[in-house]
């Protein structure tokens, strides 16, 4: 016993030192700020999760994608949810709401078809990637090569698909490593002079369902049609081939790719009472595939973007700083949406203080991911656990109280700020999220109305109180990157409010 | 402590006293019996999960349904596939291999399409229900009417479906509870006079697939097209009703019903040493619905029957009774298979000392489920696991050792025979086997090779004891039922082999 009371200090020592050398401690006046906004976030919770918000954001989403449907860039449908939705917030009292004109891809899927001839007659589920070619009008038939990976293909068949469909069955990943397939693949084919390439759909999980997504091309290699087969139809593929069948198919794909349109970012806010140019931004995207209805990528983040600013609004609930809620457009096939705003706001990038988004589902609410500079050597989100002086975790109740130092995105988007503005996503419970992106079962029933209602008021409450904050996020650029100065700090106090969280 | 010690005696002569009166105690001599097979059983299980049949039992099916496809009741594909299972059979030495006409129903799904016109324009996934009549050929057009149950239609909306398409929107409770509206749905909406019956899928869990099945007509009630929707379109159609929106389906359903075919019930047999007229039955179906390949349904209970023949062929394993494979056909569209068989071996039943089917997935095996005649109040399942003189489970290698006396059927064909021969089906891990029932997602890819082989391994291991031991499970008719004079003798034999478990 005596020896472990001696030791026990000593133990306390280092860990302040620690702490005090990276300058961890907060302030009593910073802890004491955060905690005075717990009235003001139960408030916020209470209304959405239970009282006159309780179920609006499912509700709203419902009648959105009911009315729509799909809405893929570029077309009538995306268009027209635009404009209800800008009359929408309007008609919720949402401040400033209006449209910002950019230019987005038009490609539109015709019909398409597959069959297999040999060694059984069947149909086959397909689904062109975004941005493919077509096929001929009588379409393409040929044998199919399955490889296993990339280099599979370039070491092992690089003299044998000349005239070929290749079929991609890959090793599933995760989704960050394998979409690679879909991008990389059919330019990898064409190289050996393949005639059209068939990808695994990029999932984890298959109830035959085909996935699309964006496929790309390469300067000076030939565009072959680049299609996505179930995991099913991979496997079954590879089976085959393992035994020596031949395997023959025939492809119909009509696409057609048209000029830029116009399409509109849709913006709208709630001004800061005291420095209404100062940001922080709330958005997902609201623009889908052209399959399902986009219920869950991103109905749901932009639903609990808008939705925040009618909670706040309704709420009387008005920060210093002004919360803006973005819906990108065509954020599906190459983010034109968000790069059209970023040129058009360059100059005003410096009074956003923290943007965020939320386009891996709205499951669960878990509590927030973040991206702060380019520093790596913070401290552990263990470590801030660990402080006593932090207890009171504002979004307890709704026990979202954990926060993650992403080590990659953080929402599609608006990775295009990560090394320039503070940036955070919804961490959330979405671990089947790829069980459905990109496919026909994107629907509401992927959705929660109990689930969405947390994270609308985690995203209100996130937003409001960094917005409200006596002192802006601090931003200290270097040759370094941002934030190698004073990025404790931000990182504990995105910590408490962001996450407030455990 | 001491009253304690005082009333344990107390408590275990009543215990004993229990057992004895309902003859729940084994002989020695049975239990020595039983004890004799491990030797047996471990080479089984050796042989076909670790050993020459390892992962066999995938690969043959694997290359069965890549080669066939859907097998649908007479159809050419199911034709053809019997053919070759009976020459496969034969090439393993399989003995009297034979098929057994009988006539089938053949019903045959044409072009189908729906299209929701009203609110927005959108195709929609359907199925026709096995045996349902098409719609005249320019299709119907109609606005549709929600119901969420029998009652709610009857009671709610007998004057308000005349001419209108009625969906069922059921809460789903459980297979065997909610397919009644696949099969009454459609008589009930008839008779108020609705065109057609949108069926929500009868699944616990929906990635927008199309569950198709049987469905029914009653005499005197108008035929109209029964059509199985997805989970999603139903609470679509749900929601846009209980906005007052108008709903209205163009639906074009062609379907074509023929007179009986012949079809054939596919049969081999390892047979007995020393009472060949004696026969324990495995079985599975053969036929399938025609969308998927039937891999899980019943693809794998087929196959590990007919392969148990195999297993024990190749190892020089021959039981003294007959031990029999029969894999029938026609299951999914009225059981003609099954039928026909019972019609046409009536008075060999009074040998069929066994009969077991699996039909309910193939997933992990966790032992055998039984129906043991009608007497109900038999020990449980504990009182014979805690007896202490029985510890050596056969299956036990496997970890397949438990014994669940059915509530209900075990196996859809061999129901028939529930009252008047012992039945048995696999205990399996199925908490998913609805999401992927009468889908295009019931693939290869449902199934797992290891655990093909463990079901493999008890299923030839159940078959081949049973067959062997000394005595006949005893049947004893009484008015009463069967089995009610030494129930106990039967289900502590069966869960010793059965199960063989714990």
Known sequence: ????????????????????????????????????????????????????????????????????????????????????????????????????????????????????????????????????????????????????????????????????????????????????????????????????????SVTDFSMNLVHTGQTSYEEGVTKIPAVAITVEDANMFQRYQERGQTVRVKLNIQTESFPEVKSRNTVGEVVGSENPEKVVLVSGHLDSWDVGVGAMDDGGGAFISWYSLVVLKSLGIVPKRTVRAVLWTAEENGMAGVIGYDAAHKDELKDFIFVMESDE?????????????????????????????ISNWLLAPINATQAVRSSGGVGSDITIWKDVIPTGSLLNDNGKYFWYHHTKADTMDVLDPDTLDKATALWASVAYVVADLKDDFPRDFSDKGFYTIPNVFYVVLLSLVGLLLH
Request: hydrophobic share 40%; proline share 3%.
């Open 1 to 200: 016993m005596f020896r472990i009371t001696l030791f026990l200090p000593v133990l306390l020592l280092t860990v302040t030192f620690t702490k005090s050398e990276d300058e961890c401690n907060l302030s009593q006046e910073l802890i004491d700020e955060i905690r005075s906004y717990q009235t003001v976030v139960d408030k916020i919770i209470d209304a959405t999760t239970n009282g006159q918000f309780k179920g609006a954001t499912f509700k709203e989403l419902a009648t959105f994608v009911d009315k729509f449907g799909a809405r893929l860039s570029g077309t009538r449908s995306l268009e027209d949810s635009i404009d209800y939705l800008l009359d929408l917030m309007k008609s919720y009292g949402v401040q400033n709401v209006h449209g910002e004109d950019v230019q987005v891809p038009l490609w539109v899927r015709g019909n398409e078809s597959a069959k297999m001839l040999l060694p059984r007659e069947t149909n086959l589920a397909v689904l062109a990637l975004g941005g493919s070619v077509g096929t001929p009008d009588e379409g393409i038939e040929a044998d199919v090569v399955v490889v296993r990976s990339l280099e599979d293909l370039h070491q092992n068949y690089s003299n044998a698909v000349a005239g070929k469909i290749v079929v991609f069955n890959y090793e599933y990943i995760r989704y960050g490593v394998s979409v690679s397939y879909r991008r990389q693949g059919p330019i990898e084919a064409a190289k050996h002079g393949a005639v059209a390439a068939l990808i695994r």
């Open 361 to 389: 589902g709205t499951f669960t609410p878990l509590g927030l991911e973040f991206i702060a500079g380019k520093k790596r050597d913070l401290h552990s989100h263990r470590d801030i656990e660990d402080d006593d002086s």
